[in-house]
Antibody, heavy 122, light 108 residues
Framework: EVQLVESGGGLVKPGGSLRLSCAAS????????MTWVRQAPGKGLEWVGR??????????DYAAPVKGRFTVSRDDSKSTLYLQMNGLKTEDTAMYFC?????????????WGQGTMVIVSS | EIVLTQSPDTLSLSPGERATLSCRAS???????LAWYQQKPGQAPRLLIY???SRATGTPDRFSGSGSGTDFTLTISRLEPEDFAVYYC?????????FGQGTRLEIK
């Protein structure tokens, strides 16, 4: 069964840091482009960032609101995706989902985790 | 950056009726790289359509996508009780992978 399981969310103060993890199973993680999407409470979906597979260069891309503060990385030996979040702001409060693309679609996300909640508050 | 605007914000219909949801892009979406998702409360989104008209694995055939350029449509031919949810369009095939603000499909 194809599965993504996020962890690492919690309550953090403004300016703090947090690292989210996304454990993948049931598919060839090393060949997948992986993405983080977030959803603030009661709001819509927002693309956060992605990492390509190493065979496609392994590059990362970020949405403007998080660029320079968030880092997406991967450990293919552990089939795990990470999101390092630094300099957190109250507006980063959201459910964070990891997802993976339909092959060759460049960003149509057909597999999603259940999400992990991040609350940034003093 | 391409901005996606969905209409209407809320659509009230009855089971068995036809639903038509719209997504308009501020610029032409290359290669018709437009996806549609369904999200129910407390759940992750579910991909329904990508490439404007290709059904994702497991998407019932009552869901269809159409459109090109800047105007796209998701049609649900005959609403089932489980179809009442929030629907998002999204640009893929280029960055950023912007989402629309969503259309809430509610039971009339």
């Amino acid at each position: 069964e194809v599965q993504l399981v996020e962890s690492g969310g919690g309550l953090v103060k403004p300016g703090g840091s947090l690292r989210l993890s996304c454990a993948a199973s049931g598919f060839t993680f090393s060949g997948a482009w992986m993405t983080w999407v977030r959803q603030a409470p009661g709001k819509g979906l927002e693309w956060v960032g992605r990492i390509k597979s190493k065979s496609d260069g392994g590059s990362t891309d970020y949405a403007a609101p998080v660029k320079g503060r968030f880092t997406v990385s991967r450990d293919d030996s552990k089939s795990t995706l990470y999101l390092q979040m630094n300099g957190l702001k109250t507006e980063d409060t959201a459910m964070y989902f990891c997802s993976t693309d339909v092959p060759y679609s460049d960003g149509a996300f057909d597999v999603w985790g259940q999400g992990t909640m991040v609350i940034v508050s003093s | 950056e391409i901005v996606l605007t969905q209409s209407p914000d809320t659509l009230s219909l009855s089971p068995g009726e036809r639903a038509t949801l719209s997504c308009r892009a501020s610029q032409s979406v290359s290669s018709n790289s437009l996806a549609w998702y369904q999200q129910k409360p407390g759940q992750a989104p579910r991909l329904l359509i990508y490439g404007a008209s290709s059904r994702a694995t497991g998407t019932p055939d009552r869901f269809s996508g159409s459109g090109s350029g800047t105007d796209f449509t998701l049609t649900i031919s005959r609403l089932e009780p489980e179809d009442f949810a929030v629907y998002y369009c999204q640009r893929h095939g280029g960055l950023p992978h912007t989402f629309g603000q969503g259309t809430r499909l509610e039971i009339k």
